[in-house]
């Protein structure tokens, strides 16, 4: 991070992604396993209580947020009253070639021209 980048704490809540990190490292941004996101949008309270709980604890820690596996304006909507920093997921777009990519950048500036 001293160099200018950011370090994100992926899948946090599953897997090998746990608070044990937080105390080890500083991160720029927590990201939010996208099986929250779903749980959340299915109405699951435990999964609403968990985002609400790891968005408070970033923001305590000086982090930011990001919500993955979003896929569509009602979770994104969702997401956004719960406080994410940042959402990702299909609803936005699908993976892509660095091809395509580098187009969008060029549509981009060219609308801006």
Not at 50 to 64: E, F, G, P, R
Not at 95 to 103: N, Q
Not at 107 to 111: G, K, L, N, P, V
């Given at each position: 991070m001293a160099l200018g980048c950011s370090v994100a704490l992926d899948d946090f809540g599953t897997g090998y992604?746990?608070?044990g990190y937080l105390r080890k490292l500083r991160f720029s941004t927590i990201k939010v396993d996208r099986t929250f996101v779903q749980g959340a949008?299915?109405?699951s309270a435990e999964s609403l209580a968990?985002?609400?709980?790891?968005?408070?604890?970033?923001?305590?820690?000086?982090?930011?947020t990001?919500?993955?596996g979003v896929e569509t304006v009602e979770e994104a909507e969702l997401i956004r009253n719960l406080g994410c920093d940042k959402i990702q997921g299909f609803y936005f777009g699908r993976?892509?070639?660095?091809?395509?990519?580098?187009?969008l950048f060029r549509?981009?500036?060219?609308?801006r021209a």
């Open positions: 992604s746990s608070l949008a299915q109405g968990i985002i609400n709980a790891v968005v408070a604890m970033a923001q305590s820690l000086k982090m930011t990001t919500a993955e993976p892509m070639t660095a091809d395509d990519a580098r187009g549509q981009s500036s060219e609308r």
